[in-house]
């Protein structure tokens, strides 16, 4: 049921934009996490609904991000994409926030699963990743069962071979010493009336009496769960004496869950190592608390809301440091406590610093017998297989367990049975690639979806697909001005001159030094000549809209936009012209070769290139130059190109049309030009011009990445 439960998210996940993905992740992840802790309902329904909610968030961000992933296109690399997300997310939700909580691990379905010895290589990550990516593979294979059967027959078999294959991964046979390990199990809901110190005294005397039973025949090692020894049987010197003593009845090394006070206040979650003779040589303090169970983050804001914060009366403090523990006679232990098993880094580290085999002391006592209890169990299956080691699985009241190294099940006593559990494990040195590597498939992951993240939705731009132009197709060049009377004679002049038939328009924004008034003067001699006069300033992109709609209404068949201040050599024109009989678009680019650029600094020169690279990037553009000003239009194309309004201006202006172009499948060519830097007058571009392209190139990219295309990028 774990390969198939997926589907339908990543179904929707696929085919939706980021919100609605999202909408469907958080109901998804509220559904999931709504039934895997629905113990947590034993604490009230606030907890329950924060934990479950704040778990879900995770889903949410899966399915906000998925769509960005995924590209149609490219269904095997993107489901790839998709199972690196999801095992990405799930990795962060084991860290942030409070420490995080990594409960419910997809990887943790295939405990009794041929899959399972992957874990040894991977962590549960792997198999949370194996987990999703047969998901997607099996809706692959669904989709194309009809239109597609091979490729449907291929992807359903990559899913079969990829969810039996690591049965084959052998994980490390330990090699050390035999141990015999006796967990003694109690059931504390018998003395559970009582409460107080009264009954953590009962709780200590009940395994001190199943204790007593094994000096006839001791083992090598005794384990009591958590909580055997809480504050008020520490406390009490009676009780404290009776557990030295039977210990040392049993000359056994015992290791026993225990909460510390200590002289200066602090309160410990701890394990307590005895050795034969009864007394204390050893103790490891739990440095995983559980957020609102062990300690209240934020108490001095939450209880002036919150009354229930009070139910936990003392914040403890977690453990320096995370070690085994040492006992004369025996190999080091491993004694990760409870809900520090949900972390697998906790356990990696125990045995990275050469624990022979882990010991876990449980306290679930308080989930009565809900499902809590196994799925704990479950996640001590895979810290053996993660790190090749036996795991005692000890429970105060259940259920108890002893796991081999391959995650099997050889022992186990049920919930609130009492009980001694014995059982010989072996010990050992020998350590998994997990182990020795750690999170590397978390690791992996996020650089395989920041990899696809960043890939832009590749866009192909026809080549030569445009349709025959007419006989004697007209030509209107749109020269933009402001300040432009030291250059625009030669302009008209270089344009006027040319071969090819075509007519000028000029659009004058109010320029102070009469560039308006020298046009005028010259279209007055020539009608070729056409002038728009404007009472201000208005900027580059309204200029050339207004002087492109003219064009258009007066039926020219070819428009060119160029620059007025001799930066574009008329004598380039009628290359871009001849170009245009095989495309949409013509650019007249500076940087394909035999393009070129006179006349600038460095700094102008490296912000260009950067700039234009930049836009390459983010939008999956194939274009050079994508902020040349100097083109030729179709006039079916830019009648297409402007039926949505321009949203931008300067470089971003000429970034959008190419972007337009592109979206709509238009043939866009460039063809090699000499740049040169103006000689009078100053640039018109500003920094609020520069920054406006970027603003929007990026977002543009981004939401072309979640697939929301649009006329507008």
């Known amino acids: 049921m774990a390969f198939v439960a997926p589907v339908a998210l990543l179904w929707i996940v696929r085919s939706s934009g980021p919100g609605r993905a999202a909408l469907a992740g958080l109901v998804y992840g509220v559904a999931y996490f709504g039934a895997l802790l629905y113990w947590i309902l034993l604490f009230g329904e606030l907890g329950y609904l924060a934990l479950v909610l704040a778990s879900a968030v995770f889903v949410a961000a ?33 860290s942030f926030p409070l420490g995080g909580f990594a409960w419910g691990q997809l990887g943790s379905t295939q405990v009794d699963a041929p899959a399972l010895p992957l874990a040894s290589v991977t962590g549960v990550w792997g198999l949370s990743f194996l987990v999703v990516l047969v998901a997607g593979l099996l809706l692959v294979a669904l989709e194309r069962w009809g239109s597609e059967p091979a490729r449907a ?69 005794v384990v009591w769960g958590e909580g055997s020894l809480d504050p008020g049987a520490l406390a009490d010197p009676v009780t404290l004496r009776s557990v030295s003593d039977v210990v040392a009845e049993a000359g056994a090394p015992t290791i026993s869950g225990a909460v510390v006070d200590e ?47 009070n139910q936990i009366p003392v914040d403890r403090v977690p453990g320096a440091e995370v070690r085994p523990v040492a006992i004369a006679g025996l190999p080091p232990i491993g004694t990760p406590i409870c809900y520090e098993n949900s972390y697998p880094g906790i356990n990696r580290s125990l045995v990275r610093d050469g624990a022979a085999f882990l010991v876990l002391t449980i306290n679930n006592a308080s989930y009565e017998r809900t499902a809590a209890s196994e799925q704990h169990l479950a996640m001590s299956r895979l810290r053996a297989v993660e790190n090749g080691r036996w795991v005692v699985h000890a429970a105060i009241s259940g259920i108890s367990a002893v796991v081999d190294p391959d995650g099997n099940v050889v022992d186990r006593r049920e919930l609130f049975e009492p009980a001694v559990m014995r059982h010989t494990i072996r010990a050992s040195s020998r350590t998994t690639l997990y182990t020795r590597l750690g999170d590397w498939v978390p690791w992996a992951s996020l650089v395989v979806t920041a990899g696809l993240l960043a890939l832009p939705r ?43 038939s075509l007519d000028v328009l000029v659009i004058d924004d109010g320029s102070p030094d009469g560039t308006g008034a020298a046009v005028r003067s010259r279209a007055e001699a020539d009608d070729r000549i056409r002038l728009i006069e404007r009472p201000r300033k208005s900027g580059l992109a309204s200029a050339y809209v207004t002087g492109f709609r003219r064009g258009l209404d007066q039926g020219y068949d070819l428009l060119v936009e160029m620059d007025s201040d001799l930066s574009h050599d008329p004598g380039d024109l009628p290359r871009l012209l001849e170009a245009a009989r095989r495309h949409d678009l013509v650019i007249g680019s500076r940087y394909v070769p035999g393009g070129s650029v006179t006349n600038w600094s460095r700094a102008r020169m490296a912000l260009s290139r950067s700039g234009n690279t930049y836009a390459r990037w983010a939008l999956g553009l194939q274009v050079r130059d994508a902020t040349a000003g100097f083109r030729v239009y179709r006039r079916a194309a830019l009648a297409r190109l402007l039926e949505t309004p321009i949203r931008s201006d300067g470089y971003g202006f000429q970034v959008e049309l190419v972007l337009r172009a592109a979206n709509l499948g238009l043939s866009v ?7 040169r830097e103006r000689e009078h007058g100053r640039s018109k571009i500003s920094r609020r011009i520069v920054v406006e392209a970027l603003w929007l190139v990026t977002k543009w990219g981004v939401r072309d990445r979640f697939g929301r295309r649009t006329r507008t990028g």
């Open 263 to 309: 002289p200066d206040g602090a309160q410990h979650t701890s394990v307590l190592v005895f050795d034969g003779d009864g007394g204390v040589v050893d103790r490891y303090d739990k440095t995983r608390l559980v957020p609102f169970g062990e300690y209240v983050p934020f108490r001095g804001v939450l209880e002036r809301f919150v009354d229930a914060v």
């Open 458 to 500: 590749r866009r192909r731009l026809e080549g030569g697909g445009a349709a025959p132009l007419p006989a004697g197709a007209r030509v209107l060049v749109v020269l933009p001005t402001y300040d432009e009377r030291e250059t625009i004679d030669r302009v008209l002049k270089g344009l006027l001159t040319l071969p090819a």
């Open 669 to 675: 060519g460039e063809v090699p030009i000499t740049f």
């Open 62 to 94: 899966f399915g906000a991000l998925g769509p960005a992933v995924w590209r149609p296109e490219h269904p095997v690399r993107s489901t790839v994409g998709l199972a690196a997300l999801w095992t990405l997310l799930e990795w962060v939700r084991g």
């Open 153 to 221: 027959v291929g992807a359903l078999g990559a899913a079969a071979v990829l969810a039996v294959a690591p049965m084959a991964i052998p994980v490390p046979a330990p090699g050390g010493r035999e141990v015999e390990v006796a967990a003694i199990q109690v059931d504390v809901s018998a003395v559970s009336h009582l409460g107080g110190a009264t009954e953590d005294r009962a709780v200590a005397s009940l395994n001190v009496d199943r204790h007593r039973t094994l000096a006839a025949d001791p083992p090598d090692l």
